[in-house]
């Protein structure tokens, strides 16, 4: 039976030689990425941990993520992704809900570590460093020095396989639970709509710990016998001169990275023929931005993902014709193996024109959330993903993400959907990046705030901003205030984190 181990062991067969995965100057073959693999794993049991158990790693992009990813997965324990910039608090949060028994950990993040800790953390936890560093076990040097015989567990398409945490913008992290099944589904789908192929080289530049990448691209790219090319961190230059050096293929981004590579000089003098399919996505990408995509790469094949952790993070997606149709859109079909439907709160089917919360079912959408059975039966109703997501469904059966279910704002009785305020400004040329919140308002209920990063020089007004947006969306959609601030709040995965946003600009200054 497929499991995410055997993936890799299935391809280092097939294509021993095949470069696998490179991360600045160290670079491994198929057979060499697996055999190291297996004398992590071998490490890891020889120190006490097993089947079932979960191993929580917390690190920047590396090679020795990979690993220890596949590691776990060999060893037929469950992997838990940490969000390398957590804080003490949220870590110990997370290996306790999760009931941890072992902590791994890159120097990057050492400081958090070492104060967690301090602090007390779960007991029986087993830590270990991706390298050497003083007062913990380097875990390297075990698989190193490690002389036992491979690991061979019986592990299960059924078995559990990792818990995702969900990014925590409205509140406390919820872990979503994923099998091997549901996990190589994830990866069935990428693979149907992406176009990935044997032999293709992947760029890995956005957070490793994060579902998209994770799941939508190491875990099926492993399964092509693709090439891992991974970036420790974002930088547009240094992904261009990588893109030219490695012959990529295929990258994924979120939109601020996309609208950061537009900026790079010379970009359209690059040497980027290899590149084939540009994937977007765990955040709305202007319609604006879109355009000068398509326009800037036109030998690139955009797509357009949007998924919600808890379904994989499958979901919806345009492909490359749509993406150029209907740049305003969220997604033109349900991913293979998945269906959609936009629901009224009664649970019908809403008409054209009208917006419903979309719902997802599919391969694969989670098995529950991780000790948490009222949030699993709150959100999975008769077999269906409530996702919390608005969504119109247009005419021509596009369907576009208008907002949060718990970030519509309603103004003077009215519905305004933020993410349709956010494309308008978003358009406008001073403009770099724009959030937009409710305000509370004695008349109106709430009234629009919009939260804006403007080009150095800028001299933007909220008057010039509505006459420029009075063009593009209704007259009450228009915002009632505007921001001026260095930076919008995101996490790693790009999505605005509006409750902070709330807290700073909710209240008049």
Known sequence: MATIGETLRSTARRVPDREALVFGDRRYSYAELDAQVDRVAGALAAQGVSQGDR???????????????????????????????????????????SGATALVFDAAVAPTVRKAVTNGLPEALHT????????????????????????????????????????????????????????????????ATGGL???????????????AELCMLIIPGTL??????????????????????????????????????????????RRLSAWRTGIFGAAPMPASTVEQLVAALPNVEFMQACGQTEAGP????????????????????????????????????????EVGELVLRGESVMKRYWNKPDATAETIRNGWLHTGDLARLDADGY?????????????????????????????????????????????????????????????????????????????????????????????LSGKILKRALREQFSTSS
């Open 224 to 269: 092509v016998g693709a090439t891992h090319v991974v970036l420790g961190g974002f930088d547009p230059v240094a992904v261009v001169t990588t893109m030219e050096n490695e012959r990529i293929t295929t990258f994924f981004g979120v939109p601020t990275m996309y609208q950061f590579l537009l900026r790079t000089p010379d970009l359209a003098q």
């Open 399 to 491: 369907m576009t993400l208008v907002d949060r279910l718990k970030d519509m704002i309603i103004t003077g009785g009215r519905n305004v959907y933020s993410v349709e305020v956010e494309n308008a400004i978003a358009a406008h040329p001073d403009i770099l990046d724009t959030a937009v919140i409710a305000r509370t308002h004695t008349e109106y209920g709430e009234s629009i705030v919009a939260v804006a990063v403007v080009q150095e020089g800028a001299a933007l007004t909220l008057e010039a901003l509505r006459e420029f947006c009075a063009e593009r969306i209704a007259h009450y959609k228009l915002p009632h205030d505007l921001v001026i601030t260095e930076q919008i709040p995101r996490n």
């Open 314 to 353: 499958n979901g919806i997606f345009s492909n490359h014709e749509q993406v150029r149709a209907r740049p305003d859109a969220s997604g033109g079909q349900a991913i293979p193996m998945m269906e959609c439907r936009i629901v009224d709160p009664d649970g019908r089917d809403i008409g054209p024109g």
């Open 128 to 191: 270990f460093a991706l390298s050497e560093l003083e007062g913990f076990s380097d875990l390297f040097a075990l698989a190193e020095a490690y002389t036992g015989p491979r690991v061979d567990v019986a592990v299960h398409e059924s078995d559990d396989a990792q818990i995702l945490y969900t990014s925590g913008t409205t509140g406390s992290p919820k872990g979503a639970l994923f099998d091997h099944h549901r996990a190589l589904w994830v990866g069935v789908g990428v693979m």
């Open 55 to 97: 191993l929580a790693l917390m690190a920047t992009n590396s090679d020795r993520f990979v690993i220890a990813f596949y590691a776990t997965h060999r060893l037929g324990a469950i992997f838990v992704p940490i969000n390398p910039g957590s804080a003490p608090p949220e870590l110990d949060y997370l290996l306790r809900d």
């Open 197 to 211: 192929r044997d032999g293709d080289r992947i760029l890995h530049v956005a957070p490793l710990y994060h579902a």
